[in-house]
């Protein structure tokens, strides 16, 4: 007899796991800590998900939804450029992916791009990097598809980097300089963008971001 998935049970699972991981962390997090939060016996939890990676992997896939959703949603409703809607695009995906105990692991050792084809690779332009690809359209590079991968190629492991090493202490910066410096070195002179016309973008994201505290 084949049992049909329940949704519900689903994002009880979910919602365990987000709620252990931002209490314990992903590594120190064991799928019987999960099951018990979702109110259900280990072994059921393997009838959803196989292994706990694929829990924290459906959680990030949420979260990315979440961050696509929202710059979408400003793009339709607000009054704003290409430069604005990539600023807080990659303001959000620190916020929300990096820093957060609940997707770091996945944000910093998971999410890799090295098994991906070149379908993949356009999905995630035109998805995950997509207000990057209409900023560097609307400053007349239009990149080919090997450009744009190689450009997220190189920004992501940059970013990775940069993040990681102020989260072990290495750098004593704050996540806020940490994202200045990430912009100042890679958007602006890849695309000729001013400091003054990046400062009061990115003062305009931070205040917008500030106001939405659900963001």
Not at 42 to 52: D, E, I, L, N, Q
Not at 77 to 102: H, K, N, S
Not at 153 to 177: F, H, N, P, R
Request: negative net charge.
């Amino acid at each position: 007899m084949s049992y049909k998935k329940s949704e519900a049970t689903r994002k009880k699972i979910l919602d365990a796991a987000r709620a252990r991981f931002a209490d314990k962390g992903y590594y120190a997090t064991d799928l019987k800590e999960i099951a018990a939060g979702a109110g259900m016996a280990h072994t059921g939890v393997y009838y959803y998900f196989k292994r706990k990676q694929d829990i924290a992997e459906a959680i990030y896939a949420e979260e990315t939804g979440a961050i696509i959703e929202e710059v979408e949603r400003v793009r339709r409703e607000e009054t704003c450029d290409p430069l604005f809607l990539c600023i807080l695009q990659y303001v959000m995906i620190v916020r929300r992916l990096a820093m957060d105990p609940v997707t770091e692991a996945c944000f910093f050792d998971m999410i890799n791009y090295r098994g991906y084809d070149r379908d993949e690779m356009k999905r995630v332009r035109n998805s995950y990097y997509a207000a990057l690809d209409e900023l560097f359209k609307s400053r007349g590079m239009d990149m080919t598809d090997d450009e744009m991968t190689i450009y997220i190629l190189t920004s992501d492991a940059y970013a990775k980097a940069l993040l990681a090493a102020i989260k072990s202490g290495v750098i004593e910066y704050s996540v806020e300089e940490a994202l200045d410096h990430f912009f100042r070195h890679l958007l602006l002179p890849d695309l000729g963008i001013s400091f003054v016309e990046y400062t009061e973008c990115r003062d305009r994201v931070i205040k917008y971001l500030d106001e939405r505290k659900t963001i």
